[in-house]
């Protein structure tokens, strides 16, 4: 028993010594250190919120993608309608829209003509 109870003695003992040794003391850095890192830190904040507003700027422009895509696959699709209108109605050619001119191409005895209208 003599044993055991000097063996927890020394833990004890040990344990107090270790405690000592890890324990930390308070102590306050210069001024210059402290505003240091708070520069340091304000600069990351800044950063930060710089991220912030990129990803809503990303979101934005990302909609306003979507919205033009839309807005050419409606051109695109008038476009289309227009020109089976346009073929419809004065056959197959070309047209310069410059001067409104339509270049026709028509059949005749196994060769194509241009016909100008």
């Known amino acids: 028993m003599v044993l055991e109870q000097d063996i927890q003695e020394k833990l004890q003992a040990h344990r107090a010594a270790k ?3 890890t324990t930390s003391k308070d102590v306050v850095i210069e001024k210059e250190e402290l505003e240091e ?3 340091l830190q304000q600069e ?3 950063i930060i919120v710089a991220f912030g ?6 979101l934005s422009i ?3 993608r979507a ?3 839309a807005a050419l696959d409606a051109v695109k699709q008038k476009e289309a309608e227009l020109a089976k209108k346009l073929s419809d109605k004065y056959g ?3 047209l310069d829209i410059e001067s409104g001119k339509f270049s ?9 003509r241009d016909i100008y209208i």
Do not use: C, H, N, R
């Not at 507003?53 to 990303?58: D, G, K, L, P």
């Not at 026709?104 to 194509?112: E, L, M, R, T």
């Open 62 to 64: 990302k909609a306003q």
């Open 92 to 94: 197959q050619g070309t």
């Open 67 to 69: 919205s033009v895509e």
């Open 37 to 39: 890192l708070k520069s």
């Open 53 to 58: 507003q990129v990803a809503i700027q990303e």
């Open 44 to 46: 990351s904040d800044q």
């Open 104 to 112: 026709s191409k028509q059949w005749y005895f196994g060769i194509f």
């Open 19 to 21: 405690a000592e040794k």
